[in-house]
């Protein structure tokens, strides 16, 4: 017990000579008017940080369908928002129930909390899963 003790002692004191060190770098600029001399103790400005895409897609594998693919962490982590694929895609999905491999879809990350919730809202009380029909309660969450 008194090793792991004295092994914790020893690793605050080095991490509070790190952050000694770090905070010695740090340097504020008297500020002398020459503005040159400012400009090279300055550090560059940040380059910018590219966006999160907003959209990205995903090909379809055998075996696939819409609730699989929307509980994918990578994709939405819940399958109940399936509908936001089947949205972002009607002019590529004839039957929410019926898709194919190979076609590729989109995956809309700009979705509101009120189309999160619209989506789910449907998955939940879609009714029974038919191969070939366009379920009415589909093409009525496509209409809004």
């Known amino acids: 017990m008194k090793f792991l003790e004295d092994r914790m002692k020893i690793l605050l004191v080095i991490g ?5 060190a770090g905070c010695a770098g740090t340097q504020e600029t008297e500020d002398t ?10 550090p560059a400005p940040a380059e910018p940080v590219a966006a ?6 995903y090909t379809v594998v055998s075996g696939d369908h819409l609730w699989g ?3 994918k962490p ?4 819940n399958p109940y928002q399936w509908p936001l694929i ?6 590529k999905i004839e039957d929410a129930d019926l898709i194919h491999p190979g076609q590729v879809f989109d995956i809309d990350r700009t979705a ?3 189309d999160i919730d619209a989506a789910i809202q449907h998955a939940k009380t879609r009714g029974a899963w038919s191969l070939g029909v ?3 309660s589909d093409k009525a969450y496509l209409a809004r």
């Open 33 to 42: 008017g020459d503005a040159a001399a400012a400009a090279e103790t300055q």
């Open 86 to 91: 089947y949205k972002a895609n009607s002019d």
């Open 16 to 20: 509070s000579f790190a952050l000694v």
């Open 134 to 136: 366009v379920e009415e």
């Open 74 to 77: 990578r994709i939405y982590g």
């Open 52 to 57: 999160e895409p907003t959209r990205e897609t």
């Open 69 to 71: 693919i929307s509980s």
């Open 112 to 114: 509101s909390a009120a």
